[in-house]
């Protein structure tokens, strides 16, 4: 694959079932914006973010472009230069999973994280979901902030963890069940 310093995802053609977001979404604040037109997105930096996240390390860039290409995505950008990001995993019927939400270093601490956060929950595939899950280790007060609970509910969600995220994608060897 030939490098691009942003690439351009949502066009690939090559790509089944690619999620369509319908029309596109943005938010301002000043000199911010917030957009779901994945064209935007600097790939290279959502790369660079998460393969060194606790939630994602090593991460590779095939796996995440795949993760970009079937969600719902939004960039976080001060004049052009991506400053955060965002994806939705939903079935666009009834349920969503918010997934590595993240604002770089430097902009921390100014309430951009809330501000992703409501444009998230603001966009109108979301308005009629049942339920909108995330799984997060940090920054609780974030979440709680946009209307998020806490479930730690015994026998009520269960999860698989499979410590593959390094692998490409199709890589993952699924085992037989045993009988």
Do not use: V
């Given at each position: 694959m030939k490098y691009q310093p942003r690439s351009v995802i949502a066009?690939?053609?090559n790509q089944p079932n690619a999620v369509n977001d319908g029309p596109l979404f943005t938010w301002h604040?000043?000199?911010?914006?917030?957009?779901?037109?994945?064209?935007?997105?600097?790939?290279?930096?959502?790369?660079?973010?998460?393969?060194?996240s606790h939630w994602a390390q090593g991460i590779d860039r095939a796996t995440l472009?795949?993760?970009?290409r079937h969600s719902l995505c939004f960039g976080l950008y001060r004049k052009k230069r991506q400053i955060g990001f965002a994806r939705v995993v939903t079935d666009h019927a009834?349920?969503?999973?918010l997934s590595d939400v993240f604002i770089t270093?430097?902009?921390r601490g100014n309430g951009l994280g809330q501000w992703l956060m409501?444009?998230?929950?603001?966009h109108p595939l979301m308005s009629g979901l049942h339920?909108?899950?995330?799984?997060?280790?940090?920054?609780?007060?974030?979440?709680?902030?946009?209307?998020?609970?806490?479930i730690n509910q015994p026998d009520r969600v269960w999860t698989i963890t499979q410590p593959a995220i390094d692998q490409p994608c199709g890589a993952l060897h699924i085992p037989q069940s045993v009988h």
């Open positions: 066009d690939n053609n604040k000043g000199a911010l914006t917030i957009s779901t037109d994945r064209r935007l997105l600097d790939i290279d930096f959502i790369h660079h973010f998460l393969r060194h472009e795949h993760a970009i009834t349920f969503a999973w270093a430097e902009y409501r444009s998230c929950l603001e339920r909108i899950m995330l799984y997060a280790s940090q920054a609780p007060w974030l979440y709680a902030k946009a209307g998020y609970e806490p």
